[in-house]
Every structure is written in structure tokens, then in C-alpha cells.
């Protein structure tokens, strides 16, 4: 009877401790690599009061526990990593537990704040630093060129710096960054991108949230997009939330997540009128890059001699650097929601600056149409960006690609 009762007590145990939520099957339709997840849990029935979320996969009959973290929210989601390369064809089945003792986990992302920046790491390697604080120009130069709200440096996996502020062919230039060139508000100008036109900037404003953990770290910021010439409240033309994440996939390229969402309380709304260039995603490389050892390569198969203007799903931009490889680079990825998708190009001719040829890219969704933001309305913009060192081909570039774009099938059990 004694023995009854110890094992009904270790099964009760059990059951408080640790309680299936659901299951569910990843259908793989096409071949991924080190993706992440993102799994909706409104279709499950938890409550984290009671404990936390565990997720487990189950292996020729075991089950093996798999890194996760909740992210809450309107839609909750439980994010991890699917490692490596996935074939396709494939269906891989999970467990989600609630569990009072939570796994014990090794955060190797990790984010710090400074006087001057958020700093996100991976296993005490730097992936990027986010400038919050006013940068301001040299000395002489004019300070309509300060900043904030950048992204600078950033490193590839073997610690090579990959960008570059404040260039004096261009002082507006800041690493990781994407202002509005040419918009309309209320029939005047309003130049967010040259600085020097003293119409408008981008600033920082606050931060919104941070987080750390095993599978990412990021933040939400606020930047606010400054008109010059408006008044009040109108001074601020646009209201930006970027969302930046770190991902945990591997220690052979650090994988970048930067979503922005836009909207404006501007009456009449604002104009994007269409340019070569402004707004989506801006990258300016390190002065060391120029025509004699940088090379672009984007999905359409176009390279630095006629990149420019066309439209891609991705572009590899890689150059000469400082690491035992002695290359690294970065490829740039649209995702399929993003307006004008694929998504036109601004990258810079091979004769820019003076002949050197140095290197400048970006995804410019207003390139050949302008777009309109309505009052009240959230338009948003995806990227995600691969960090690498050495050299990457395009069939690697189309599963990072695929990875991004396209989800597993999610079907529960």
C-alpha cells in the first residue's frame, strides 16, 4: 500500500510539474537552413501563471528538449531555431509543456546598454551596436549632421567591422540606416536623407522594449521621422518602430532581423515620392571596400556593373576583409510582404567617388512608384541580413532566402 502511494505521489508530481499544452508537425515543402520559427499559440490552451512553456521534439521515440522563447503578445508566438540545413520533404513533430521548473539555459545572446548605445552580443562576440545617443559630426562640419538611430558597427563573425559612418564624401551617410529622400507634406519638400538640405532628420526617441535569451536578443525603438518646417506636434512628420533581433543560429554567420513599421498623425498624411534612393534598408560599407576588391551578386544573377535599378529578393555584398578568410560580406534579404517586392535597388556605379568605386546598397522600395502613408495607418517593411565571413554562393543565398520567406507548414496534432 506504501508503494501504491509513493507512485500515485510521483505521478501527481509529475503531472503538477509538467503538463502537455499541445502538439504540433513542421511540414517541410521546401529546403531550409538554421531558421527560425515562430509558432501561434492562441490555438493552445496555457496559462504561464502556472508555469513556463518547454518545448520538446520528438526523436525515434524520445524526446528531446529544443530552446524556445515566448514572445507575448496580441498573437503570442514560441520562437526557436531549426539548426542547420532542413531537407525538404520532411515533417518533424514537437511538444509544447507547461512546467513549473523551468530548463536551465545558457543565454548566449545577449544585449547591453551603454551612455551612447545597445549593444547585442553572441557568446561575448559583438554582432552590432544601435546608436542612441546624437552623434556629431568632425570638427568644421556643419551640425545639421548629427545623428541618431543607427546601426554602427557591424561585425561579422570573425570580428571584421563591416560599416562605416560619416564618410566625408558623405557625412549623411551612417552605417545601417534608412531615411526618406524626397517626400511631400502639405505640397512642401521634405528631405529626411541629406541632411545638409536642413529640411529634416531621423532621431531616437525612446526604447521601447529589450529582451535576451537563448534563441535571440533584440529591442523596439522609437525613432521619430523630424520635419524642420512643421509645428507642434506636426514637427514630428512620422513615428518609427524598429525591430531588431539577434538570432542564435550558429557561430559561422550572425543572422540580423530589422522590421520597421511607419505610420504618421499628419492630417493630409505623407508623400514618398519616388527617387533612386531613400528609405528601406541603407548599407554603407567600410572605406577598405572600393571597384578592386568588393563584388555584388543579387537573385536576379545582376552584379555591380548592373545591379543598380533592378529588382531582387536578395543581394550578397562582400568584399576583402581583415579575418583568417580574408573576405566577409553581407547578404541582404527582402522579405515577400515588403512593397514592391522584389524589391528595386539602389547600388552605387562602379566609377562612384571619383573612380574608386566605393561600395553603397539598398533596398528602395520608392524607387520607381511613389507611396502614400495615410494618417493612422502602419506600413511596414522586413529584412533580414546574414552576416558572414569568406565567400557566399547563390544557392546558399537562395536557402537563407527561402528560410526567411517561406514558413513550414504548421499543423496541429
Not at 502511494?5 to 501527481?12: C, G, P, V
Not at 571596400?289 to 544573377?301: A, C, F, P, R
Not at 529578393?313 to 562582400?318: D, F
Not at 495615410?374 to 546574414?386: E, G, S, V
Amino acid at each position: 500500500m506504501k508503494k501504491i502511494f509513493i507512485l500515485l505521489s510521483i505521478l501527481l508530481s509529475s503531472q503538477l510539474y509538467s503538463q502537455e499544452v499541445g502538439r504540433f508537425t513542421l511540414q517541410m515543402d521546401d529546403e531550409y537552413i538554421s531558421m527560425p520559427v515562430a509558432i501561434p499559440l492562441d490555438q493552445f490552451n496555457y496559462n504561464i501563471d502556472e508555469g513556463g512553456l518547454a518545448l520538446y521534439e520528438v526523436s525515434t521515440s524520445k524526446e528531446v528538449y529544443v530552446p524556445s522563447q515566448l514572445e507575448a503578445g496580441h498573437n503570442s508566438k514560441l520562437l526557436f531555431i531549426l539548426k542547420n540545413v532542413v531537407p525538404k520533404k520532411t515533417n518533424r513533430t514537437f511538444i509544447i509543456k507547461l512546467e513549473k521548473e523551468e530548463q536551465t539555459q545558457k543565454s548566449a545572446n545577449k544585449i547591453n546598454r551603454t551612455r551612447k548605445d545597445l549593444i547585442i552580443s553572441t557568446d561575448d562576440k559583438p554582432v552590432l551596436n544601435y546608436r542612441y545617443a546624437t552623434t556629431y559630426p568632425p570638427e568644421g562640419v556643419s551640425e545639421l549632421f548629427k545623428r541618431s538611430g543607427f546601426i554602427h558597427p557591424l561585425y561579422s563573425p570573425g570580428g571584421q567591422v563591416l560599416t562605416r559612418i560619416q564618410a566625408p564624401d558623405h557625412y549623411h551617410h551612417y552605417g545601417i540606416w534608412a531615411p526618406w529622400t524626397r517626400t511631400t507634406i502639405d505640397g512642401r519638400a521634405v528631405d529626411f536623407w541629406n541632411l545638409a538640405a536642413g529640411e529634416g532628420t531621423v532621431q531616437y526617441a525612446n526604447t521601447l522594449s529589450e529582451v535576451s535569451g537563448e534563441v535571440f536578443s533584440g529591442f523596439k525603438v522609437l525613432q521619430e521621422h523630424i520635419d524642420f518646417g512643421g509645428k507642434g506636434p506636426d514637427r514630428v512628420a512620422m513615428n518609427e518602430l524598429l525591430d531588431v533581433r539577434v538570432w542564435n543560429v550558429d557561430e559561422k554567420v550572425n543572422v540580423v532581423d530589422y522590421t520597421s513599421t511607419f505610420n504618421t498623425s499628419l492630417t493630409n498624411g505623407i508623400m514618398l515620392d519616388a527617387y533612386r534612393y531613400g528609405g528601406g534598408l541603407g548599407y554603407r560599407a567600410i572605406e577598405k571596400w572600393t571597384k578592386d576588391n568588393s563584388s555584388v551578386l543579387t537573385s536576379e544573377g545582376k552584379t555591380r556593373i548592373d545591379a543598380d535599378g533592378s529588382r531582387a529578393r536578395w543581394c550578397i555584398v562582400e568584399g576583402e576583409s581583415d579575418v583568417q578568410k580574408g573576405r566577409s560580406g553581407v547578404l541582404f534579404l527582402s522579405h515577400p510582404s515588403n512593397r514592391m517586392h522584389p524589391e528595386p535597388m539602389r547600388v552605387w556605379p562602379i566609377d562612384a567617388n571619383g573612380g574608386r568605386g566605393d561600395m553603397f546598397f539598398e533596398f528602395t522600395p520608392i524607387r520607381y512608384e511613389p507611396w502614400e502613408f495615410k494618417p493612422l495607418q502602419d506600413y511596414t517593411l522586413k529584412y533580414r541580413m546574414i552576416i558572414f565571413d569568406g565567400e557566399m554562393n547563390k544557392e546558399t543565398a537562395e536557402k537563407y532566402w527561402r528560410s526567411f520567406a517561406k514558413s513550414p507548414r504548421i499543423s496541429p496534432l
